[in-house]
């Protein structure tokens, strides 16, 4: 499984085009869908997927659609925030726990509640695309509608800290990590601040 990351629009979110054989997935097309297709190549998208329902993460969505036809899934509890930034319906409402198979690319999601309440992230053994949850370092934000700073801290606690220390953590912004760095130099968890 290959990753690609590209850092769209004005919020430089981090867009990953994830692919392996000639299927790709797409995760958070925030904005300028000609980049993303660009990263995508010739391969088959088999899915569009987005971590939660921010503008600057799903910007590019209905012109990925239009051009792809690809299925467009969004965490279940977070429908209500893709209103007015997404046109297209998903094609699926992820859930905590499903799998999502696309020929070689096997992805499970993992419901991490707290900087909105649907917030997801995908992971793959070895890899993890955390949203805005996780940063290198930080943490998403938890004033805006949905979030709440103590179901974030115990997302992150229960949901990534419990995965292997060499998993590579794929955040929303910013660069990428690993589990056991941010255990380690993450100002919210090293200090025993939280
Ligand atoms: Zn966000």
């Not at 990263?39 to 971590?51: F, H, K, N, P, S």
Request: charged share 20%; net charge negative.
């Amino acid at each position: 499984m290959e990753v690609e990351g590209l850092v769209v629009g004005p919020l430089a979110a981090n867009c990953y085009v994830v692919s392996a054989g000639g299927d790709a997935v797409v995760i958070d097309p925030g904005a300028e869908a000609n980049r993303v297709l660009k990263a995508v190549g010739g391969r088959e998208v088999a899915a569009i997927l987005v971590t939660h329902g921010h503008s600057d993460h799903v910007g590019a969505v209905d012109e990925l659609v239009a051009e792809t036809g690809a299925p467009f899934m969004a965490p279940r509890r977070d429908l209500a925030s893709l209103e007015g930034y997404v046109g297209v319906r998903p094609a699926r409402l992820l859930n905590d726990g499903d799998r999502l198979e696309f020929g070689d690319i096997s992805l499970t999601v993992i419901a991490t509640p707290g900087h909105t309440l649907g917030s997801s992230c995908f992971y793959a053994p070895g890899v993890l695309f955390s949203g805005d949850t996780l940063f290198a370092e930080g943490v998403g934000r938890t004033d805006l509608p949905g979030g709440s700073a103590e179901a974030l801290f115990n997302s992150i606690r229960e949901r990534i800290f419990s995965l292997a220390g060499d998993t590579i953590i794929y955040p929303g912004h910013g660069e990428r990590t690993t589990v056991a760095r941010e255990k380690r130099s993450n100002p919210f968890f090293a200090s025993g601040w939280v």
